[in-house]
């Protein structure tokens, strides 16, 4: 943390990572017979500090270079590569010790990974300038929604000229009925059309008097056929 604050995540990454390197090739060197054994809980006192000091600065430096949006799809892709080539160094390690290759050289192959890793980092950009262009996304993106949020508070709370009311909706209805441009019946609820209105009529007559659907249908059609014109 101290480190990072003082120097940028991608800087106290790559520190690490090469702090490591050295831990690894100093263990390789030093721990290579068995009379310095009792050395080993020091040398693990430093493995501890390495690794304290590499996975903070790599969850933070994907934590701050991660666009507003996309973090999923960022952290899936982080635990693919993990997945996939996370078990390559263990795997080799494996088959140089079961193949009985002295344990110098299995434990080294470790370092040439972190080797690799190094270079790679050191051809990443300039990391304050990947802050801030990811900020400049998040802000933008964060613009476009408080706007969205603004004109849908706007909409709810303004009342439009244009706007109908309930009594200017009744009228409306009423006065296309009266020029035989829609055909609805008036209920106790509002207005229904005929096609409802049969199938209304149906259940109403199944359910009260048990008849069945020819004579439902012969109701139907009469009161269709008697019901007063407009």
Same mark, same amino acid.
């Given at each position: 943390?101290?480190?990072?604050?003082? %120097?940028?995540?991608?800087?106290?990454?790559?520190?690490?990572?090469?702090?490591?390197? %050295?831990?690894?090739?100093?263990?390789?060197?030093?721990?290579?017979?068995?009379?310095?054994?009792?050395?080993?809980?020091?040398?693990?006192?430093?493995?501890?500090?390495?690794?304290?000091?590499?996975?903070?600065?790599?969850?933070?430096?994907?934590?701050?270079?991660?666009?507003?949006?996309?973090?999923?799809?960022?952290?899936?892709?982080?635990?693919?590569?993990?997945?996939?080539?996370?078990?390559?160094?263990?795997?080799?390690?494996? %088959?140089?010790?079961?193949?009985? $290759?002295?344990?110098?050289?299995?434990?080294?192959?470790?370092?040439?990974?972190?080797?690799?890793?190094?270079?790679?980092?050191?051809?990443?950009?300039?990391?304050?300038?990947?802050?801030?262009?990811?900020?400049?996304?998040?802000?933008?993106?964060?613009?476009? %929604?408080?706007?969205?949020?603004?004109?849908?508070?706007?909409?709810?709370?303004?009342?439009?000229?244009?706007?109908?009311?309930?009594?200017?909706? $009744?009228?409306?209805?009423?006065?296309?009925?009266?020029?035989?441009? $829609?055909?609805?019946?008036?209920?106790?609820?509002?207005?229904?059309?005929?096609?409802?209105?049969?199938?209304?009529?149906?259940?109403?007559?199944?359910?009260?008097?048990?008849?069945?659907?020819?004579?439902?249908?012969?109701? $139907?059609?009469?009161?269709?056929?008697?019901?007063?014109?407009?």
């Amino acid at each position: 943390n101290y480190l990072m604050k003082k %120097i940028n995540p991608l800087r106290a990454f790559r520190y690490g990572l090469m702090f490591l390197t %050295i831990v690894i090739g100093t263990t390789v060197g030093f721990l290579d017979r068995p009379e310095r054994k009792n050395w080993t809980y020091l040398v693990a006192i430093f493995w501890g500090i390495a690794y304290g000091w590499i996975f903070p600065a790599q969850r933070t430096l994907q934590v701050t270079l991660t666009p507003r949006g996309q973090e999923t799809e960022i952290m899936g892709i982080f635990t693919f590569v993990t997945q996939v080539v996370g078990w390559l160094p263990a795997l080799i390690f494996s %088959i140089m010790n079961e193949k009985g $290759v002295n344990m110098q050289w299995s434990v080294s192959v470790l370092a040439w990974f972190l080797f690799v890793s190094i270079l790679l980092l050191f051809g990443v950009g300039d990391y304050d300038a990947a802050v801030e262009q990811v900020k400049e996304v998040g802000e933008q993106e964060m613009e476009e %929604i408080r706007e969205l949020q603004r004109r849908l508070y706007e909409a709810q709370q303004g009342k439009s000229v244009n706007r109908l009311t309930d009594d200017n909706v $009744v009228e409306l209805v009423a006065k296309l009925i009266d020029r035989n441009l $829609v055909e609805l019946h008036l209920s106790g609820q509002g207005y229904i059309t005929p096609k409802q209105l049969r199938n209304e009529i149906k259940d109403e007559l199944l359910v009260s008097g048990g008849l069945d659907t020819k004579l439902c249908t012969y109701h $139907v059609k009469y009161f269709e056929h008697h019901r007063p014109k407009r």
